[in-house]
T-cell receptor
Framework: KNQVEQSPQSLIILEGKNCTLQ??????????LRWYKQDTGRGPVSLTI?????NTKSNGRYTATLDADTKQSSLHITASQLSDSASYIC????????????FGKGTKLSVKP | DGGITQSPKYLFRKEGQNVTLSCEQN?????MYWYRQDPGQGLRLIYY???????QKGDIAEGYSVSREKKESFPLTVTSAQKNPTAFYLC????????????FGPGTRLTVT
């Protein structure tokens, strides 16, 4: 069964600290993996998108990694800010012409002053 | 939120009434999608459309209907047949099929009592 599992479910860190969010998937075939940031009550906003051949992709203080062999991805946030408080969603696209998106349940990050 | 608008932001209805959620995009995207988001769950696909006058059921289409008469517009009707309509509804669009990056609207929170 195609699944995307994210951990931890929630995380609290102090402003200025780094953190890493995890995403494990069992989707096959694999097309790409995306990380989205969703503020409370808003729509998700794309942070990164990686294909099979990409290992790392950065977007400012956000760095995503992908290990296609172990089917794992991580999102590392450097020098966290209060505005980083949000849910982070991992999404894996299956292959094929009708490739479907499998959404993780998200990790809720709270950055405290 | 890009060039996608959803209205209204909050919507309240009595049980047994049909209600239509609006989604408009000015990104010239061919594909549009409707998702439902419930607390603690990943986004679930309701309907999607890859071209005008054509649309396909997603994973949870029962109790919902859509139309795609214009490229820019993809309204979703929540019918009285939907057993648990209270949720956060997200509309998205992409340049092409599922493998392209999806841009999300701000969402509509529907409450049915």
């Amino acid at each position: 069964k195609n699944q995307v599992e994210q951990s931890p479910q929630s995380l609290i860190i102090l402003e200025g600290k780094n953190c890493t969010l995890q995403c494990n998937y069992t989707v096959s075939p694999f097309s790409n993996l995306r990380w989205y940031k969703q503020d409370t009550g808003r729509g998700p906003v794309s942070l990164t998108i990686m294909t099979f051949s990409e290992n790392t992709k950065s977007n400012g203080r956000y760095t995503a990694t992908l290990d296609a062999d172990t089917k794992q991805s991580s999102l590392h946030i450097t020098a966290s800010q209060l505005s980083d408080s949000a849910s982070y969603i991992c999404v894996v696209t299956g292959g094929g012409s009708q490739g479907n998106l499998i959404f993780g349940k998200g990790t809720k990050l709270s950055v405290k002053p | 939120d890009g060039g996608i608008t959803q209205s209204p932001k909050y919507l309240f209805r009595k049980e047994g009434q049909n209600v239509t959620l609006s989604c408009e995009q000015n990104l010239n995207h061919d594909a549009m999608y409707w998702y439902r988001q419930d607390p603690g769950q990943g986004l679930r696909l309701i309907y999607y459309s890859q071209i005008v006058n054509d649309f396909q059921k997603g994973d949870i289409a029962e109790g919902y209907s859509v139309s795609r008469e214009k490229k820019e517009s993809f309204p979703l009707t929540v019918t009285s047949a939907q057993k648990n309509p209270t949720a956060f509804y997200l509309c998205a669009s992409s340049k092409g099929a599922h493998s392209y990056e999806q841009y999300f609207g701000p969402g509509t929170r529907l409450t049915v009592t």
